[in-house]
């Protein structure tokens, strides 16, 4: 390739006055002249933080990268974007996704980068980045950052996330003292990486994978196994070829491609949140993906990977399995085997010779752990646009259900009655929480699985039909109806919901149902106002103001599509 055709020509190509000032700076680092005649010049996007937890190990990653980059001939320039914590960060990190990948693509654009390398991990941290740089389109691929190693305490396995949802029940019901939690909290977190259930990052690595943005195998490597240093270097290697072979991004994400990733998700039980970050991403690169897909692609894929919140073991047994593209081999009847990913092969070829060393972890295709275990897409009175369950993750006997609506108008006003002692709940109650959606809250927080009241728990139940607006963790289950659209705060039918009207799901037959005739729910719509905005100023306001709906995958209205790598107007 000459020089000319690398997009960092145009930054440091030429022999004018703003190329000697686009090099001269740069060259405070140290860099030869060699490395600015010719060299693709790679962005390593850099998500670390300190207040990211789970990508607290990517600033030596970067390095590593950078490695690989240089082998292969490149120029490796590492930068950051905004990262986003999911247990730190307040109200919730949803509400920053769409900032994150406005950063992203801004970053990219602006800066004289011919491809990228996305280093990544928590569970934003990988659709925010992906969004923003399918809006740029240059060769990109992903380096996931791993997941942890299995948590332990007490000679028991225990997975990032499902403490969390015991933890009432281990206060209230077990009697776990202070101590007994301070154990916990170390013995879930015992090195780098993500949770390693299979929650949402473990999930976004497998999308990204599945997609055929990594090197084959890539997500389920621990972040502490020596084999992932490895695959961040060969990574390295390879985007300066796919700049050199030009293999941009919309060149991989084909509509196959996100066929694949739906069935994917369906077999190794995925996240629910899955659905709305590969939605927000189709819609990104120009592809209109609509939530009934996720259904009909999905709905019908049995479940083959045993991991947790849907099955018994974590990421590291799933790696020593064979990890992804064992489940890609086993998904070959129904998968769209050609399709292309970053190494230049396509993903049939990647997994052809992927061997099952456990098939307790991963069963085979023939012999499932469930027969059917993708996302249902629920539609409804109650959900004009569409609302979402994993059935996997919910109590059989509660997938068809009447109970009576136990209503809380906020997550606040949840927390303040739950435990009332005369709050009128039983087992056949069904949990409705309004004001969690995009806008309500803002920001969709992980709230929709609802801690159930403490006087059920003693008497032995463990799950209730519970429906929100919000989303729910990846690492949690239960018989939780999600991403309710229209939501509430937008007047949805949900908002009309009184205590004591029945509700009716009936995942079979696809329905959610608010059982009160057209005349009253015509009278509560038009005596509805609007909640007040929850802010007046600054990005929380345009998300407000511009924020989607759930099933459209909750960007942003006017960062739907990209504008490419372009720059309209010159450094002067
Ligand atoms: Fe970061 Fe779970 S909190 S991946």
Redesign the pocket.
């Known amino acids: 390739m000459s020089d000319k055709k690398l997009r960092s020509y145009e930054w440091f190509g030429k022999n004018d006055k703003m190329g000697f000032v686009h090099r001269s700076w740069l060259r405070n680092q140290g860099y030869p002249n060699d490395y600015f005649s010719g060299r693709p010049v790679i962005g390593i996007c850099n998500t670390w933080s300190e207040l990211?937890?789970?990508n607290g190990h990517l600033r030596d990653f970067a390095e590593i990268v950078k490695r690989g980059v240089i082998e292969a001939g490149g120029f490796p320039l590492e930068f950051p974007v905004t990262s986003l914590?999911?247990?730190i960060m307040k109200p919730t990190t949803m509400l920053f996704r769409n900032l994150a990948a406005m950063d992203t693509e801004e970053s990219i654009r602006a800066n004289p980068l011919d491809g990228i390398v996305l280093l990544t991990?928590?569970?934003k941290t990988t659709p925010s980045t992906l969004m923003g740089a399918c809006s740029v389109d240059l060769p990109t691929i992903v380096v996931p950052g791993g997941p942890m190693l299995n948590g332990r305490f007490r000679g028991e396995c225990l997975g990032?996330?499902s403490f969390n949802w015991l933890h009432k029940e281990m206060q209230t019901v077990e009697n776990y003292t202070e101590e007994d939690i301070r154990e916990v909290e170390i013995g879930v977190a015992r090195s780098a990486g993500?949770?390693m259930t299979m929650?949402?990052?473990s999930t976004m690595a497998c999308m990204v994978e599945a997609l055929g943005l990594t090197l084959p195998g890539a997500a389920a490597i621990p972040a502490v196994d020596s084999r992932k240093k490895v695959m961040a270097q060969l990574s390295g290697r390879r985007i300066v070829e796919m700049v050199r072979e030009d293999l941009k991004l919309s060149k991989i994400l084909t509509r196959e491609a996100f066929e694949n990733a739906i069935k994917v998700n369906a077999a190794i039980g995925g996240s629910t949140n899955f659905v709305i970050h590969l939605t927000a991403i189709a819609h990104r690169i120009g592809l209109d993906l609509n939530l009934e897909a996720f259904d009909t692609l999905g709905s019908q894929i049995p479940l083959l990977v045993n991991l947790k919140p849907s099955g018994k073991y974590l990421m590291e047994e799933f790696y020593y399995a064979g990890g992804l593209p064992v489940v890609i081999k086993e998904l070959a009847p129904v998968l769209h085997n050609d399709a292309l990913t970053v190494n230049g092969s396509s993903i049939g070829d990647n997994s052809g010779k992927a061997q099952c060393y456990n098939e307790e972890v991963i069963t085979p295709f023939a012999t499932p752990l469930q027969e059917k275990a993708g996302i249902v897409v629920l539609k409804g009175n109650l959900c004009e646009n569409g609302a979402i369950i994993k059935p996997s993750a919910a109590t059989p006997a509660l997938l068809q259900h009447r109970g009576k609506a136990v209503v809380f108008e906020s997550i606040e006003d949840y927390h303040s009655r739950i435990d009332a002692p005369e709050l009128e709940v039983d087992e056949n109650s069904v949990l409705v929480l309004k004001g969690v959606g995009p806008v309500g809250y803002p920001g969709m927080p992980e709230v929709g699985n609802v801690d159930l009241p403490e006087k059920l728990l003693r008497k032995g139940i463990r799950d209730l039909v519970r429906i929100s607006d919000g989303r729910m963790s990846g690492?949690a289950a239960g018989t939780v109806v999600l991403h309710v659209s229209p939501e509430s705060a937008v007047g949805g039918t949900l908002a009309m919901v009184q205590n004591g009207d029945i509700i009716e799901l009936d995942v079979p037959a696809r329905r959610l149902h608010l059982d009160i005739s057209e005349a009253e729910l015509t009278r509560r719509k038009a005596a509805w106002t609007p909640p007040a905005p929850r802010a007046t100023r600054g990005y929380v306001k345009m998300y407000i103001d511009h924020v989607e709906q759930a099933d459209r995958g909750a960007d942003l209205d006017f960062l739907k599509g990209g504008s490419g790598a372009e720059v309209s107007r010159d450094l002067h």
């Open positions: 990211t937890p789970c914590g999911e247990t991990g928590c569970d990032s996330g993500h949770c929650g949402t990052a690492t």
